[in-house]
């Protein structure tokens, strides 16, 4: 039988996001949304938290709860604005996630502490504009050159793609479809060669960034390979796999905060002399 019922951790953290997003998100999530503006100084106090390394472990900075304080969090976060939520999850999950589940671990040490207090913000590049889906016909390219990768091309859709100090990226480095001929990289903003690119004017979720990254002649030195070359999509769906709990989460959340709106209006709204929660239609 499923045990649904929070455990100290849970709650702890539930409260704690509660008390915090009325101070901190719940005043200015319309204003962000209407400016589609990114609250970057936001993810830092998250960071201060311990919300944005929730599933790193305690040695590398992290919090090194599981996924049942990861989804908690989520859906909270996204119950006060869904946008928050968003970005917290793709930093947690994707950026954060890869290098802690294929990282080694230089590379663990190097990148885990500052994602996990979010001094550094992490991006993930997958998607490209003709390929969501269908990732196997990539047409990002890495070629080597001696110790180096020069890498060539676009991703699109890209949480955190502006404002993100280090991504994730698959880049194809062997033939087109090859499922084991495309790597991941992390490439770490000011890269020369490595920029964002166009935000989206998006319809919902606008305080969450969505841009481009955009790679001309970027090199990157073979260290910064995650894994074996030749595996980042392989990765890349063992990653979404972790990706979609907390896209559930957050749907979880957004599901949750509607009701929690919808019945306060309910007992605001007054018609026939009588708040509108007392009719039948919606009464509880």
């Known amino acids: 039988m499923l045990n649904f019922t929070m455990n100290e951790n849970q709650r702890m953290i539930a409260d704690m996001i509660r008390d915090f997003g009325a101070k901190e998100i719940t005043p200015f999530r319309k204003e962000w949304d209407d400016n589609q503006h990114f609250p970057l100084e936001l993810f830092k106090k998250l960071g201060e938290l311990g919300l944005m390394g929730v599933l790193v472990p305690t040695e590398y900075g992290g ?4 996924y049942f304080e990861y989804v908690t969090a989520i859906a909270e976060l996204s119950k006060l604005d869904p946008s928050v939520g968003l970005s917290m ?3 947690n999950s994707l950026c954060t996630g890869h290098i802690m589940q294929f990282g080694n671990e230089e590379q663990k040490k190097k990148y885990l502490p500052k994602l996990a207090t979010c001094e550094w913000l992490g991006a993930w590049g997958l998607t490209e504009p003709n390929t969501g889906s269908d990732a196997g016909n990539m047409r990002t390219v890495a070629k080597k050159e001696g110790e ?7 991703k699109n859709f890209i949480t955190h793609g502006v404002s993100g100090d280090v991504a ?6 062997g033939e087109v479809g090859d499922s084991h001929g495309m790597t991941a990289f992390v490439v770490e903003k000011g890269t ?3 920029r964002g690119g166009r935000k989206e004017d998006k319809l919902g979720m606008r305080a969450s960034e969505t841009a481009e990254m955009i790679f001309e002649d970027c090199k990157v030195h073979e260290s910064q390979v995650l894994g074996e070359v030749g595996d980042g999509f392989i990765q890349s769906m063992k990653i ?8 559930a989460a957050l749907s979880l959340g ?7 709106a919808s019945i306060q209006y309910s007992q605001e709204r007054q018609q026939f002399n009588q708040p509108i929660s007392r009719f039948q ?3 509880f």
């Open 254 to 260: 957004i599901a949750q905060g509607a009701l929690e």
């Open 63 to 66: 919090s090194g709860f599981t």
């Open 168 to 173: 994730v990226v698959i880049a194809r480095t």
């Open 240 to 247: 979404l796999d972790g990706g979609r709990i907390s896209i």
């Open 192 to 194: 020369p060669g490595f």
């Open 281 to 283: 239609g919606i009464s």
């Open 89 to 91: 999850a793709a930093h």
């Open 148 to 154: 180096y990768y020069i890498i060539n091309g676009a």
